[in-house]
């Protein structure tokens, strides 16, 4: 076993250690306090238990991630030792959604254990996640432009703007971050509702981020990306849109595709 493995399994280990102690806590506030309160009161208690045992914990622990004039800064409820995220939360039940959070936390801290704890049901239900890819990892990338229209983009703007985004962010982020970044930083960037139209007929609108005037800019990380490229043909064919750009985010390919009415 090398030194980095010790290291990484010595990290796990005091991970689960500490986690078995800010557990017995969190099960605890539920007994005595329910599932009915905010956030923020489950957040102060556990806090201030944690605390109590002597380990070092912050909370509202702000997150930066940024590319030229683009800015987002996120904040972790809970960071424990200056390298666990705990992420609590108030709901019925856990979501995919709820994961991919913290699991992008976790990618632009390059910070690999993290818990979701949920005080929101008739017990607390809890959730591990690890990721152990540093940004590195996730700038070694290919392009696929075999499918993407030049003459959509005449000047490059949209595609170099994406690309460079790629290249400083890595991929594996939530597609609604890169989608928020692009909306700041392209020259007409916004959102807009579009006429959806069927045989003629005006049927209702929807909101779509703008790339250009008349196009617009869908970012997914699918990994089966066909089903999905069927039903945005579909979309495309019925909106008042000339064009979508699609680009899809895979484990180590990023696709750029132009589809056009058919």
């Known amino acids: 076993m090398t030194g980095s493995s010790v290291g990484k399994e010595g990290d796990k280990g005091r991970f689960h250690a500490?986690?078995?102690?800010?557990?017995?806590?969190?099960?605890?506030?539920?007994?005595?306090?329910?599932?009915?309160?905010?956030?923020?009161i489950y957040q102060n208690e556990l806090l201030h238990l944690v605390q109590n045992d002597g380990i070092q914990v912050q909370k509202e622990v702000p997150l930066e991630?940024?590319?030229?004039?683009?800015?987002?800064?996120?904040?972790?409820?809970?960071?424990?030792?200056?390298?666990?995220?705990?992420?609590?939360?108030?709901?019925?039940?856990?979501?995919?959604?709820?994961q991919?959070?913290?699991?992008?936390?976790?990618?632009?801290?390059?910070?690999?254990?993290?818990?979701?704890?949920?005080?929101?049901g008739p017990r607390v239900e809890h959730e591990f996640t690890t990721s152990t890819l540093k940004k590195t990892d996730r700038q070694a990338f290919r392009i696929d432009r075999s499918e993407w229209d030049e003459k959509s983009d005449p000047d490059q703007t949209f595609y170099s703007l994406t690309h460079d985004l790629f290249a400083e962010w890595g991929t594996r982020l939530d597609p609604a971050l890169y989608s928020e970044a692009l909306l700041s930083l392209l020259p007409i960037g916004k959102e807009r509702r579009i006429n959806i139209v069927s045989d003629g007929r005006l049927v209702g609108n929807k909101l779509v981020r703008l790339a250009l005037p008349d196009i617009a800019f869908k970012i997914t990380t699918?990994?089966?990306?066909?089903?999905?490229?069927?039903?945005f043909q579909k979309f495309i064919n019925h909106a008042d849109l000339s064009a979508l750009f699609w680009i899809n985010l895979g484990r180590n390919q990023i696709t750029f595709q132009t589809l056009r009415k058919k």
């Open 18 to 40: 500490l986690d078995f102690q800010i557990m017995k806590h969190a099960f605890d506030i539920h007994n005595r306090m329910g599932n009915c309160h905010d956030e923020k």
């Open 65 to 98: 991630i940024g590319f030229r004039s683009f800015t987002k800064t996120c904040f972790l409820d809970l960071l424990v030792e200056g390298n666990h995220i705990y992420e609590l939360k108030t709901l019925a039940k856990l979501s995919a959604q709820c």
């Open 100 to 120: 991919g959070q913290l699991i992008n936390y976790q990618l632009i801290s390059e910070k690999p254990y993290g818990k979701l704890v949920n005080f929101g």
């Open 222 to 231: 699918s990994k089966k990306p066909n089903p999905l490229g069927i039903q």
